[in-house]
């Protein structure tokens, strides 16, 4: 049977804390946009060098720390690197000010408006505290520093990249992530823990023409938005009361003047969805609908791209009832929260379904009673978007090295 009380080398110290505080202040000052954190990947296989992990990187700007310690089970820990496109305006000290330029040559202000930062940080920590305390535990750890999650491509990049042909395979794979949520607190959940996520672009094709003569127009506008309300019928009258889906039409664009009817219109879908059948169906339906409707208007077939694809997060019951254990042991029961499944989507499941291993997948709060208790906090992907400093990093560390703990305490 393997320990299961933590020794005093695994927990940090009031030097280590403040190191900590001041890897994540970097961290947030310097975000990168997905597939381009250069500059962050350098820093974090530094760090990870300098504790004597084997460092190589993977799936472009992606870093894995490999830190053997004899015999034992190999366990993997992930955290994503990368940050949005976002102002930010939280008036922090240690606010970013940096800029990026999205694929199109668009120049961006950045933010890690996420929580990347937050997850890096945790992990760096969580690394030095096994690299310097190889007496009490035994095994291999696999840090994953992945880039390109918010695009959902970043651990697909990595798998076919040979990741697994690089480094040990995991016998399970954890990952966590801050939420604006009680700090202190952490929450997990077995079965789906996130959402399938698919998106798209729709491009209309219409006929133009001047806006006082109608007749001689196939107008994409008013196509286009009948589309719209047509697909918002899908979930309310075809998916069950007992299932759960979203469709959202987050963008629409068409002309560049009031009197002039476009040639086509844009606009984009994404798809929120946790069962299989569900999904395939709405996907199915939405095709329909903008064939049908544009068939209707004697338009020309509209053209559907993808745009991302997020892969289901499915928590493995076994591993996560034993991590539940894990976690009420070392923070109390009061501070272990059953989770619901999130709507929200994540790209870390792929890591884990490509070797056929368990993973998962919890969550940890950023925010003080203070803020919780005066309404709704700014959550991830808010420009406001600010994780009080402690006990959210703390509580990081902490549920990563237990989790770690939990397979690698030596027997």
């Given at each position: 049977m393997r320990s299961t009380s933590i020794?005093?080398?695994?927990?940090?110290?009031?030097?280590?804390?403040a190191d900590l505080h001041e890897t994540y202040k970097y961290l947030h000052a310097n975000p990168e946009l997905s597939m381009q954190e250069h500059r962050t990947a350098d820093y974090l296989a530094k760090r990870l060098e300098d504790l004597g992990l084997e460092v190589f990187r993977c799936g472009g700007t992606g870093v894995v720390g490999v830190l053997r310690n004899g015999e034992g089970p190999v366990i993997g820990l992930r955290a994503d690197t990368d940050g949005l496109p976002v102002l930010e305006d939280t008036g922090l000290d240690y606010a970013s000010t940096a800029t990026g330029k999205l694929p199109d040559g668009t120049t961006v202000p950045l933010m890690h408006a996420?929580?990347?930062?937050?997850?890096?940080?945790?992990?760096?920590?969580?690394a030095e505290l096994y690299a310097g305390a190889r007496n009490a535990w035994s095994g291999t750890v696999v840090f994953i520093l992945q880039p390109g999650e918010e695009t959902g491509v970043g651990a697909r990049a990595m798998v076919q990249d040979g990741l697994w042909d690089k480094a040990p395979k995991p016998e399970v794979i954890?990952?966590?992530?801050?939420?604006?949520?009680?700090?202190?607190t952490v929450s997990l959940m077995p079965g789906a823990a996130m959402a399938t996520a698919d998106s798209f672009k729709v491009t209309v094709y219409g006929q133009g023409s001047h806006g006082s003569?109608?007749?001689?127009?196939?107008?994409?506008?008013?196509?286009?938005a009948s589309m719209v309300l047509h697909l918002q019928r899908i979930v309310s009258r075809q998916v069950a009361p007992q299932s759960s889906a979203v469709v959202?039409?987050?963008?629409?664009?068409?002309?560049?003047?009031?009197?002039?009817?476009?040639?086509?219109?844009?606009?984009?879908?994404?798809?929120?969805?946790?069962?299989?059948?569900?999904?395939?169906?709405?996907?199915?339906?939405?095709?329909?609908?903008?064939?049908?409707?544009?068939?209707?208007?004697?338009?020309?077939?509209?053209?559907?791209?993808?745009?991302?694809a997020?892969?289901?997060?499915?928590?493995?019951?076994?591993?996560?009832?034993?991590?539940?254990?894990?976690?009420?042991a070392e923070f109390g029961k009061e501070h272990v929260v059953d989770g619901e499944p999130v709507m929200g989507s994540e790209d870390f499941g792929a890591l884990?379904?490509?070797?056929?291993?368990?993973?998962?997948?919890?969550?940890?709060?950023?925010?003080?009673?203070?803020?919780l208790a005066a309404g709704t906090p700014p959550a991830n992907h808010s420009p406001f978007f600010a994780p009080v400093i402690e006990p959210t990093l703390s509580t990081g560390v902490q549920a990563a090295v237990r989790a770690l703990f939990s397979k690698l305490g030596k027997v």
């Open positions: 020794p005093q080398s695994l927990r940090m110290n009031p030097d280590s804390t996420c929580g990347h930062d937050t997850h890096m940080a945790t992990a760096l920590k969580t954890f990952g966590q992530h801050v939420m604006a949520s009680l700090a202190g003569m109608p007749e001689n127009s196939v107008d994409p506008i008013v196509l286009g959202t039409v987050g963008s629409f664009h068409a002309g560049l003047k009031e009197n002039i009817i476009p040639d086509r219109a844009v606009f984009t879908i994404n798809v929120r969805t946790f069962e299989a059948e569900v999904r395939d169906m709405v996907l199915s339906s939405i095709r329909r609908i903008i064939a049908a409707e544009a068939q209707a208007s004697g338009a020309m077939e509209p053209l559907i791209e993808d745009i991302s997020f892969p289901p997060l499915h928590n493995d019951p076994t591993e996560t009832a034993k991590l539940a254990e894990a976690f009420r884990a379904a490509a070797i056929g291993v368990p993973s998962v997948f919890w969550f940890f709060g950023g925010n003080d009673a203070a803020a």
